[in-house]
Each structure stands twice: as structure tokens, then as C-alpha cells.
């Protein structure tokens, strides 16, 4: 069975994150969704295995619900 790796894999996460932040710089907040979306779809064909990617969906739900649980 597959299983989603939650180790790091980034070859450098600062040159991610950096360029991440810089994508959404000066958007709107209904352009930087779509960008997010487009994001998503990308990287989730990517991985391609569905899985895998019901993990990672479960996971972030879950982070959601905690991050936002007092509200």
C-alpha cells in the first residue's frame, strides 16, 4: 500500500516558501485562491496516486479543524 512521506523532501524549503509568498505578493484574495487551486491540481497530478492523495486530503483537514477549533 502506498502511504504519504511526511519527512522532508524539499531540496530547499526557504527557496519554496520565498517564491511561494512572492507568487501571491500584490494578488487579491480571489486571485491568490485560484492560484492556490491551480497549485493543487498541479502537484496533486504530480504525486498522481490516489491514496496517497486521500492521505494528504485527510491530513489537511485535520490540521484545518485543529487550527481553527476555537472558533
Do not use: C, W
Amino acid at each position: 500500500m502506498s502511504e504519504l512521506n511526511l519527512d522532508s523532501n524539499f531540496s530547499d524549503a526557504d527557496a519554496f516558501y520565498a517564491a511561494l509568498a512572492d507568487i501571491h505578493r500584490d494578488r487579491s484574495p480571489e486571485d491568490s485562491e485560484q492560484i492556490n487551486a491551480r497549485l493543487i491540481l498541479l502537484l496533486a497530478n504530480q504525486v498522481g496516486d490516489q491514496t496517497i492523495l486521500e492521505q494528504a486530503l485527510a491530513i489537511a483537514g485535520q490540521m484545518n479543524s485543529e487550527t481553527n477549533h476555537d472558533k
